[in-house]
Nanobody, 125 residues
Framework: QVQLAESGGGLVQVGGSLRLSCAASESISGLNIMGWYRQAPGREFGAQRE???????????DYSDSVKGRFTISGDNTKNTVYLQMTSLKPEDTGDYYC???????????????WGQGTQVTVSS
């Protein structure tokens, strides 16, 4: 079981920046995918969530069109932490941001997914 702990959310003005952190309880190099989802505040977890960014096999990054050019995902293996640097924030970036990780259990043919508790980002105009 991988534990994920997010931090870095908060209130920021339009055009501002925030950096979210996701600390994993084990080496992130052993995780196939790490990334961030977000959803509108107050919604039930999983409802209409949007994949914001992810790192695949510690090499390839992938972003939603809505954040390309503004958000950057990166990982630090020495700290077992993945970051989401968010710049030029817009009101529509407001939401609950959830860190997730996926690991393939090849021996059993399973995809294991782990979630953090979420951190709230509010962009005010």
């Amino acid at each position: 079981q991988v534990q994920l702990a997010e931090s870095g959310g908060g209130l920021v003005q339009v055009g501002g920046s925030l950096r979210l952190s996701c600390a994993a309880s084990e080496s992130i190099s052993g995780l196939n995918i790490m990334g961030w989802y977000r959803q509108a505040p107050g919604r039930e977890f999983g409802a209409q969530r949007e994949l914001v960014a992810r790192i695949i096999d510690a090499a390839t990054t992938d972003y939603s069109d809505s954040v390309k050019g503004r958000f950057t995902i990166s990982g630090d293996n020495t700290k077992n932490t993945v970051y989401l640097q968010m710049t030029s924030l817009k009101p529509e970036d407001t939401g609950d941001y959830y860190c997730y990780a996926e690991r393939m259990d090849e021996a059993h043919g399973l995809k294991l997914t782990y979630w953090g508790q979420g951190t709230q980002v509010t962009v005010s105009s």
